[in-house]
Structures are given as C-alpha cells and as structure tokens.
C-alpha cells in the first residue's frame, strides 16, 4: 500500500526539487496527480515516482481527475 505524501514531504522525497510551492502550483493547473484529504493536498508516493521518472516536460502532462482547484475557483462555482 502506498503512503500519502504532504506538498512538503513530496518536495523532501525528491530531494527539494520542486520546492513544495512548485508542487502546489503543479498541483493546481493540474499537472501532478493529487487528492484532498481533509484540508490536505496529497499525493501518493508510488505516483510521485512514477511522476519523477515520466519522460519529457511534466508541464505537459494533465491529471483533470485530480479535482484541485483553488479557494477562489470553488467559491465562484
């Protein structure tokens, strides 16, 4: 079973690179594949890997079912 990881432990895991505001930022124009837990954003540690180890621009890669949006988006819908 695979662990969830903070935006923060996330950005420890790979070292410090992305920085976890980065990763927040990935997150949110839905580029990593993260989940709400609570008022957490997580991501699992198995998908961050396999995340790590894609092939090309990760900007380019698109999670729609991830379903973060930010406070402002989900106030005005």
């Known amino acids: 079973m695979s662990q969830f ?3 923060p432990e996330a950005s420890a895991h790979c ?3 992305p920085s976890p505001e ?3 930022r990935l997150a949110r ?8 837990i609570g008022r ?3 991501i699992s540690e198995r998908l961050l890997d396999q995340w790590i180890d ?3 621009d990760v900007r380019a890669t698109e999670y729609p079912e991830a379903g973060f949006q930010t406070q402002s988006a989900e106030s005005t819908g």
């Open 54 to 56: 894609s092939i090309g």
């Open 5 to 7: 990881l903070t935006m």
């Open 22 to 24: 980065t990763l927040y």
């Open 40 to 42: 957490r954003l997580v």
């Open 15 to 17: 070292g410090g690179v």
């Open 29 to 36: 124009d839905g580029h990593l594949p993260v989940r709400r």
